[in-house]
C-alpha cells in the first residue's frame, strides 16, 4: 500500500511550523507529513494523492492552482490551545479583556472561543477603525505578541490557536485510519500540552537544508545598493582565495538568496550546497551538525566538495565559534563556507560577544544586504516579482497604499513584504485599498491607543493610591494651560495659581505631590528661578483624562 502523505499549507512560517509540530504529535508516526509556506508552493511540490490541510480557506484559490486535481483539500479550523489559558483562568471573574489578533475575523473568531470557555471575564475584540474601550484590565492575543506596542505590562498570550479536534477527525477519516474517538482526543490533548507555552518554537530550528535554486538574475535590484551588493557577491563567487564569505542584513532581506546565488554563480555550482540555521537550536543540536558524531555526518561531510552556508552564525554560543576557527585552520578545507548575520558581528566583536579571529577570517570578503526601507527603487519591482511569483498579475492598488507602502518601515524586509502581497492577493478585491492592508501594519498607526491603556490606567491608580486624584489633575491642568502661555511656575506662583481655582493647600502638601508627580515623569522640575512645567507625558496625560471623561 502506498505510503500516505498529509501536506500542510499556510502563509506564514512561524504558523505553519507550530501546526505542523502538532500534526506530527498526532497522526506522525503513521503518515509522512510535509509542510510549505504558500510562497514556496510551486506546481510540483504537492505529491499526486496527498491530503492537503489548508491553514484557511482565504488561501484555497491559490493553492487549488498548483497542486494534483486528485488531492483532497481540508480547511483547517483553528481554537484556542486551552492548556494555555491558566493564567486567564485565575483571574478574578470580571475583566476587561482586549483580544488582538492578526485581523478582526480571527479577533472575532478568538473572542467567541473565549466566552465559550474562559467565559467569567468580558472580551471586547480589537477593531482598528473603532477606539478601544476605556477600561481594559488585560490584552490577549493568540501568539500575536509582535503586532503590541513594546513595553505593556498587562499582555497575556495564550500562544497560536492550533488545528481543532474536528479537523483531526477528518484527516484520520480521509486517511482511512483505524483511529478510535478516545484515541484521537488522547493524542489530541497530549499535542495541547506538548505545545503549551512552545510559540517559541521556531522556523529556524528546521533541519538542514540542501536547495540552492537561486540565481543572481532572481534577485532584484534596481536600486544602487542592491547593484553593488549583487556585483561584489558576484566576484567573491568566482575568486578562488574567497573560501570564506560573509552576508549581513536585517531579517528577510535575501541573505539565503544571496547565498544560493553565489553558491550557483561559483565553481562549486554541480556540487552539493548545504545550509543550516544556528538561531534557536541548542548547543548539543548545534554541535552535532557542525562537527558531526560517530553515526551522523556533519554539513562539512554533507556538502562533499560544494557550499556550507551557517545562517545566523551570531547565534552560536562563543565555544562553539571558537572550535569552529579552530576547525577551518586544521583543515584543509576544499568547500566554500558561506556565514550570514542579521547582527553587526563587528559590534559584538567589540562587546566580547562574537570571537575575533573568526569574524576576522570572514570579514575579509564580507558583503551587507540592504535593508528594504533604504532602497525604494526595489519596492515596486519587488511587487511585481511577487505577483509573478503567486500568479497574481491582476492585482493592484490604489496610489494610497503604495505611497503606505513607501514610508512602512518593513522590519522584516522582502520576506514581509512577500507576506503581506500574498495576504492582499487572498482578498476579492480591486483596486486594494487602504482598508484591507492586513492589521499589523495598521495596528503600528494604533501605537497610541494601546500606550494610552497602560500609561493612564496604572497613572490614575498610582495618584489614587496616594488619595489625591482631583488634586494632581488641577495641579498638571493649571501647568497645561501655563505651558501654552510659555508660562513655568515657581512654588509659590502655582499656589496662588491654585487658589484662584479654589484649591488650597499647604506648602507641604503642595510638595508632596508635586513629589509625586515628577516621579510619575508628568512634570519637569529646574532648580531656581526657571520653576517647573508639565512633561510632554503629562501633556499627554491630561488631553487623554480630559477625552475620556468627555466621552463618558
Ligand atoms: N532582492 C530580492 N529579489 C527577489 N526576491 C527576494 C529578494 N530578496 C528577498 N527575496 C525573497 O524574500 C524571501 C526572504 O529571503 P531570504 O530567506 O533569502 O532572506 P534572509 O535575509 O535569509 O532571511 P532571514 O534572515 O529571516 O532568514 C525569499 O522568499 C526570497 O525569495
Redesign the pocket.
Known amino acids: 500500500m502506498a505510503v500516505k502523505k498529509v501536506t500542510i499549507i499556510a502563509i506564514q512560517e512561524k504558523y505553519l511550523d507550530t501546526i505542523t509540530k502538532q500534526v506530527k504529535e498526532i497522526i506522525g508516526d503513521n503518515v509522512i507529513i510535509q509542510s510549505v509556506t504558500v510562497?514556496d508552493l510551486q506546481c510540483h511540490t504537492v505529491s499526486d494523492g496527498a491530503i492537503v490541510v489548508i491553514s484557511n480557506s482565504q488561501i484555497k484559490g491559490l493553492v487549488t492552482q498548483l497542486i494534483p486535481r486528485d488531492c483532497p483539500i481540508i480547511i483547517a479550523k483553528r481554537d484556542i490551545n486551552y492548556t494555555n489559558s491558566k493564567e486567564l483562568v485565575s483571574l478574578p471573574p470580571g475583566q476587561e479583556i482586549l483580544v488582538v489578533n492578526d485581523n478582526v475575523s480571527n479577533a472575532n473568531e478568538t473572542v467567541e472561543s473565549l466566552r465559550e470557555t474562559v467565559f467569567e471575564h468580558n472580551y471586547h475584540a480589537y477593531i482598528p477603525e473603532d477606539s478601544i474601550p476605556e477600561t481594559i484590565d488585560y490584552i490577549v492575543t493568540p501568539g500575536e505578541r509582535h503586532l503590541l506596542p513594546q513595553g505593556l505590562s498587562n499582555v497575556i498570550d495564550i500562544g497560536s490557536r492550533l488545528l481543532d479536534i474536528s479537523t483531526f477527525e477528518e484527516i484520520i477519516n480521509l486517511l482511512e485510519m483505524d483511529y478510535s474517538k478516545s484515541q484521537i482526543i488522547r493524542r489530541y490533548f497530549k499535542a495541547c500540552v506538548s505545545l503549551s507555552g512552545n510559540d517559541n518554537y521556531d522556523s529556524h530550528a528546521k533541519d538542514i537544508r540542501h536547495i540552492a535554486q537561486?540565481h543572481f538574475k532572481?534577485?532584484?535590484?534596481e536600486s544602487q545598493s542592491?547593484k553593488e551588493a549583487v556585483e561584489l557577491a558576484k566576484q567573491y563567487s568566482l575568486a578562488h582565495d574567497a573560501r570564506y564569505i560573509h552576508i549581513g542584513?536585517e531579517?528577510?532581506?535575501?541573505?539565503?538568496?544571496?547565498a544560493q546565488a553565489i553558491h550557483n554563480f561559483s565553481r562549486k555550482s554541480d556540487q552539493p550546497f548545504v545550509s543550516v540555521?544556528c538561531a534557536s537550536k541548542d548547543s548539543d543540536e548545534i554541535e552535532l551538525i557542525l562537527f558531526g558524531a560517530a553515526n551522523q555526518d556533519d554539513v562539512f561531510q554533507l556538502a562533499g566538495n560544494g557550499t556550507v552556508c551557517i545562517?545566523?552564525v551570531e547565534e552560536l554560543p562563543l565555544d562553539i565559534q571558537g572550535r569552529l576557527f579552530q576547525l577551518f585552520n586544521a583543515k584543509d578545507f576544499s568547500q566554500i563556507v558561506i556565514t550570514?548575520s542579521?547582527q553587526n558581528c563587528q559590534e559584538l566583536v567589540e562587546k566580547d560577544l562574537f570571537n575575533r579571529d573568526l569574524f576576522n577570517l570572514f570579514n575579509k570578503n564580507a558583503l551587507n544586504?540592504p535593508a528594504l526601507s533604504e532602497r525604494m527603487e526595489?519596492l515596486l519591482p519587488?511587487i511585481n516579482?511577487i505577483k509573478q511569483r503567486i500568479k497574481r498579475n491582476d492585482i493592484t492598488f490604489t496610489s494610497k497604499v503604495i505611497e503606505f507602502f513607501k514610508d512602512y518601515s518593513w522590519a522584516g524586509?522582502?520576506?514581509e513584504l512577500?507576506n503581506v502581497i500574498t495576504y492582499l492577493s487572498l482578498l476579492e478585491e480591486d483596486p486594494i485599498g487602504m482598508e484591507f492592508l492586513p492589521f499589523h501594519l495598521r495596528a503600528r498607526a494604533d501605537e497610541q491607543k494601546f500606550k494610552n491603556i497602560e500609561v493612564n490606567k496604572s497613572i490614575i491608580s498610582k495618584i489614587e493610591k496616594r488619595g489625591f486624584l482631583d488634586e494632581s489633575i488641577k495641579i498638571l491642568s493649571a501647568f497645561y494651560e501655563g505651558k501654552k502661555e510659555y508660562i513655568s511656575y515657581g512654588r509659590n506662583a502655582l499656589k496662588k495659581q491654585l487658589e484662584e481655582k479654589g484649591l488650597t493647600l499647604t506648602e507641604q502638601q503642595l510638595r508632596m505631590r508635586l513629589e509625586v508627580l515628577q516621579e510619575l515623569g508628568l512634570t519637569i522640575v529646574r532648580q531656581g528661578r526657571a520653576g517647573s512645567t508639565i512633561s510632554r507625558k503629562g501633556e499627554a496625560f491630561i488631553e487623554d483624562y480630559f477625552t475620556s471623561i468627555i466621552n463618558k
Open positions: 510562497k537561486y532572481d534577485i532584484i535590484s542592491m542584513g531579517q528577510g532581506t535575501g541573505k539565503n538568496m544571496f540555521n545562517e545566523e550570514t542579521t544586504v526595489d519587488l516579482n524586509n522582502v520576506k512577500y
